[in-house]
């Protein structure tokens, strides 16, 4: 019989567009006080104009979290990419991945590639080409 890797745990990944200029500093400050009292991990990605965070944890925490996310009136449009069951947390301490004007682009690129290592083929191949559409062109 095989081992119990744990409890269940919820992961949702969305997608969002910022209203307006963001206070990056500000979200990422709140953000960390919430989600290490809410027990949730994940990544949280932002190029000033959109947003697509992976969230995961104890499920009525991520989905409190979520609502939150959803009432937050500095982003609109926002579009659930998957909601899955995983037996093991993904990502490890929760992090956010900003890209600014002037950042090396390959080093960036590197960075967050390091921080979705232990996530899914699918949420990894989402946070690839989604960091990589500035890129394109």
Known sequence: ???????C??????????VGAIDTAAILAASRRN???????GLLYTNGKRFLQALEGD????????????????HRAMVTLSCRDVGARE??????AERVAGD???AFMERVR????GAAPSVRATFDGFVQLPRAG
């Not at 019989?1 to 409890?7: F, H, K």
């Not at 745990?9 to 910022?18: E, N, P, R």
């Not at 989600?35 to 991990?41: C, E, I, K, P, Y």
Request: hydrophobic letters at 55%; glycine letters at 6%.
């Open 1 to 7: 019989m095989p081992a119990i890797t744990g409890v």
């Open 9 to 18: 745990m919820l992961q949702i990944v969305y997608i969002s567009s910022a």
């Open 35 to 41: 989600n290490a009292r809410d027990g949730l991990t």
């Open 59 to 74: 499920a009525a925490n991520v989905e409190r979290a979520l609502a939150r996310i959803t009432a937050d009136p500095r």
């Open 91 to 96: 990502f490890g301490d929760w992090a956010m």
């Open 104 to 106: 090396d682009a390959d």
């Open 114 to 117: 390091a921080l979705v290592a």
